[in-house]
């Protein structure tokens, strides 16, 4: 969870740098696209604090009144930096939309060359902050650092669109005297889409989705390595935050008595939980075996 805090810290960081690097060039070198960009980047900090907080909450000890623990606070954040993806994307297409409508009729200064160097600059850095969300986000199963993720390839790709749009501008300024508002609609579009991956993932999450098969296959093979179990009937998994609940039906011999059958049940859970660090809790259900 620390380590979770840490890397969220520093995308807030990383992202205000860039933030204010590629606005105030944008407004200098008058850029829409690379404004677009740094107002992208800007929504990175909010994101990243989203994200902090979530962690923070989630870390949480359960209660009488939350007994699986806070974690979904830690879903539902990453849901939040998904819608807040989305409204952000459109807000930056509509933007450049209404400036492409009114040049027509208004003379625009074509962008500075030196606009270029804060959009490679911001590929870059957050190519290199998205891999480490991403190694630590996998590592805690964490959704709302996933997200974060998803969020900072994001600005990659929104980076490598306003380079492009910006570098036609800057080549052929008649020819291409709109392509650097273009590179703004498309920044918006990237981060729309991208944005409804993320409410997707993690909605899914919310919905009690089962973790995958391979997954649950290490479950139930720990789970017929204590002695006594005869086979296992069913096997379900939720998660609740960072970790998942795991439902189990475990088959013994009719015979034994129901001391002997909890005690195998005891262990079976002991094991799980000492296997597989992503597992929280197991509740267990003994049956007889056919």
Known sequence: MQIGQRVALAGMV??????AIKITAGLMGHSTAV?????????????????????????????????YGHGRIETVTGLFVGFTLVMAGLAISANALRTIIAMPG???????????????????????????????????????????????????????????????????PHRFA???HWGAFAVGLIVIFTGIRVTRDTTLQLMDTMPDLESMEKV??????VPGV?????CYAR???????????????PAITVRQSHEIATHVRIVIKETLPWVADVLVHVEPAP
């Open 14 to 19: 990383v992202s205000g740098l860039l933030a």
């Open 35 to 67: 404004v677009a960009d740094g107002l992208e980047s800007a929504g990175d900090v909010f994101a990243s604090g989203i994200v902090l907080l979530g962690l923070t909450l989630a870390a949480k000890p359960a209660d009488w009144n939350h007994p």
């Open 106 to 172: 208004a003379a625009t200064l074509p962008p500075a060359p030196f606009v270029v160097w804060p959009l490679i600059g911001s590929a870059v850095a957050k190519s290199l902050l998205s891999g480490v969300k991403f190694h630590y986000g996998k590592k805690i199963r964490s959704a709302a650092l996933m997200a974060d993720a998803w969020n900072d390839s994001v600005d990659i790709l929104s980076a490598l669109a306003a380079l492009a749009a910006v570098s036609f501008t800057i080549v052929a």
């Open 178 to 180: 709109s392509a650097d």
């Open 220 to 225: 139930r093979n720990a789970a017929l390595t």
């Open 230 to 234: 005869r086979g296992v009937e069913k």
């Open 239 to 253: 998660k609740t935050g960072l970790q998942y609940h795991v439902d189990l039906h475990l088959e013994v011999d």
